[in-house]
């Protein structure tokens, strides 16, 4: 008895110990110099384009994104020729085009911004998209009859298909129910594509997530960069870090926006270059 006594009071003397070796440290996370945070989303789609710039906040800053209305936009083609000014609109905090307009595939663009006395520029080309032969869905009991596998109930749908590119390709799918897109950390993981995976035909491509008779289900399909792909899952891995001790430290994905007056201020955010492809289709029961 004497024995485990003197066990269980080593055991607590060492966790008293180890308590008195952690040192607390107070992490400053109020204060730090804003950032520009730009988003924007340029496609060969004939409509008015958007870009969305405002300045990031303190950590315990709740009041959410400020605007940035102070920036010059601008459309440039690969020789810097002017196509397209952009102009800041108070309706929706969006710089975007007078008219609309569309991108063209095949083309290379710049996108340029002045704003704090700083030049920034986003680079990118307009992929030809994957060709789209159909789509259709089949039931959870029709895929057991196949004799696949099935993980949940209703509906699931189906892509058939080529690539029209060399070399390896990289999508983004947004799939949007009854007009309302699906926009959940899984979801977004679920978007991010790249041909490695399935190859230039492919048949019976799976579209994540299942759906109910009556859903009236849209798919844009958006062609990626390689450097935009890359932005893309390292904010996947931001969302999906827990901050467990297996976790590495979270840091901000690599933007495809560069500064050129100061290399060391890079903005947060992205610009994306895509052509787009879309596709729509009502979950109907089979008789």
Do not use: H
């Not at 008195?20 to 008015?48: F, H, W």
């Not at 789509?135 to 029209?164: H, R």
Request: proline residues 5%; contains cysteine; hydrophobic residues 35%.
């Amino acid at each position: 008895m004497k024995a485990n006594k003197y066990k269980i009071l080593s055991l607590f003397l060492a966790v008293l110990l180890s308590w008195s070796c952690q040192e607390i440290i107070d992490l400053d996370l109020t204060q730090s110099d804003p950032k520009l945070v730009i988003e924007g989303k340029l496609t060969n789609e004939r409509i008015i384009q958007k870009i969305k710039i405002s300045e990031s906040i303190n950590y315990y800053d709740t009041s959410g994104l400020a605007p940035f209305t102070e920036a010059e936009v601008s459309l440039l083609d690969s020789n810097f020729n002017l196509l397209k000014s952009f102009n800041y609109n108070p309706e929706d905090s969006n710089y975007q085009s007078n008219t609309p307009f569309g991108l063209g595939v095949g083309q290379n663009y710049i996108l340029q911004i002045e704003a704090k006395e700083e030049v920034l520029e986003a680079k990118g080309i307009v992929l030809e998209n994957a060709t789209l032969d159909s789509l259709y869905y089949l039931s959870a009991e029709e895929l057991q009859a196949l004799g696949q596998p099935v993980f949940g109930e209703g509906y699931f749908m189906f892509v058939n298909g080529n690539l029209n590119n060399e070399g390896i390709e990289y999508f983004k799918l947004d799939v949007s129910v009854n007009d309302t897109l699906r926009n959940s950390r899984s979801d977004f993981s679920n978007s991010i594509l790249t041909s490695e995976f399935f190859g230039k035909e492919f048949q019976a491509l799976p579209v994540p997530g299942s759906f109910e008779e009556g859903d009236t289900v849209d798919l844009e399909l958006y062609t990626l960069n390689e450097d935009l792909y890359q932005y893309y899952v390292e904010f996947i891995n931001l969302l999906f870090n827990d901050g467990g001790v297996f976790s590495p430290p979270p840091v901000n994905p690599d933007t495809n926006i560069k500064n050129l007056t100061n290399p060391e201020n890079e903005p947060l955010g992205f610009i994306q270059f895509s052509s787009i492809q879309k596709r729509s289709i009502i979950i109907e029961k089979e008789d």
